[in-house]
């Protein structure tokens, strides 16, 4: 008989895309996941696999370059964030329509932060798109999901980590990924997009990013910046409350991905980050002492 695997999947931006290689590996290895609970970018592709799409979009996303993942990027003039985050969601409803969370293949939830009210919210019906749209809402990045006179965000503001939200079984297998661990970085010989078209793309973008960095104030003697002074301190305290979480519950397997392996925009970086996840996985696997 196969392992049944209650699968948590953690916050994490781009790196979150190292749990397609995380579920594919489980897969692979003869693991059943039997439940899934997602944050932010645990929420969208544990929702997605849910729903039955995940191949699919493992290869849309390894098709994307610098220069897509840019015009997939709905910017817009907000005080609540920079990027509206409609016109990635519409890409991906044309390749797997919505589904209501209740008729997933695979029981899911995704949780997300209610502003209005300060409290988690926890999807477990309704829209799998609105659910993972209120979960990747990175705050001051993407503009908060309304829903019924709530503001909602990322549900790493309050729980990177919902260990205690996935649907547990009598016997079953507690398999946690966190792609925000303070480990060395790993580097993966995997060959790189290397062509014209690419290069000059990359230079437009940075070039880009380098005019919108010149509108935010700067002081000389600041040697880390206003972004990475917040990102930094974000950093952090969700690696601590993540911590407090992970010593409480005690996964039965813990995936560890390492924060500095990839950027949280990395996304054009998926093919990479998906083998980072797989190799992972097995090194984890193989240190559980689980037998497959």
């Not at 696999?49 to 709905?74: H, P, Q, R, T």
Request: proline residues 3%; aromatic residues 6%; neutral net charge.
């Amino acid at each position: 008989m196969k392992k049944q695997v209650s699968l948590v999947l953690s916050s994490g931006g781009a790196r979150g895309i190292a749990h397609i290689g995380v579920i594919e590996e489980l897969e692979k290895q003869g693991f059943e996941i039997k439940s899934i609970a997602g944050t932010s970018m645990g929420a969208l592709v544990g929702g997605i696999y849910a729903a039955g799409g995940l191949e699919v979009y493992k290869e849309w996303m390894c098709s994307l370059d610098k220069m897509d993942i840019f015009n997939l990027i709905d910017l817009t003039i907000s005080r609540n964030g920079i990027v509206k985050g409609d016109k990635i969601l519409r890409e991906m409803k044309k390749m797997i329509p919505d589904i209501n969370i209740e008729d997933l293949l695979i029981p899911f939830v995704a949780v997300a932060t209610d502003l209005n009210h300060d409290k988690e919210v926890v999807f477990s019906s309704g829209s799998l798109y609105d659910a993972i749209r209120a979960s990747i809402s990175i705050p001051t990045v993407f503009t908060p999901f309304e829903k019924e006179g709530a503001q909602l965000v990322d549900g790493g503001v309050l729980n990177p980590i919902p260990i205690n939200r996935v649907r547990r079984l009598d016997g079953d297998t507690l398999v946690v990924v966190y792609v925000n661990a303070r480990l060395p970085h790993i580097e993966l010989a995997i060959p790189e997009n290397n062509n014209h078209e690419e290069k000059k793309h990359s230079k437009y973008i940075n070039s880009i990013i380098n005019k919108l960095n010149n509108f935010i104030p700067k002081d000389k003697a600041d040697k880390i910046g206003y972004f990475n002074l917040l990102n930094k301190s974000t950093s952090l305290m969700l690696h601590q409350i993540s911590l407090m979480t992970l010593d409480k519950y005690k996964p039965d397997i813990l995936i560890n991905v390492s924060r500095d392996s990839f950027g949280t925009y990395d996304f054009y970086k998926s093919k990479k980050i998906i083998e980072l996840g797989r190799r992972v996985t097995i090194e984890s696997i193989n240190n559980s002492g689980i037998i497959t």
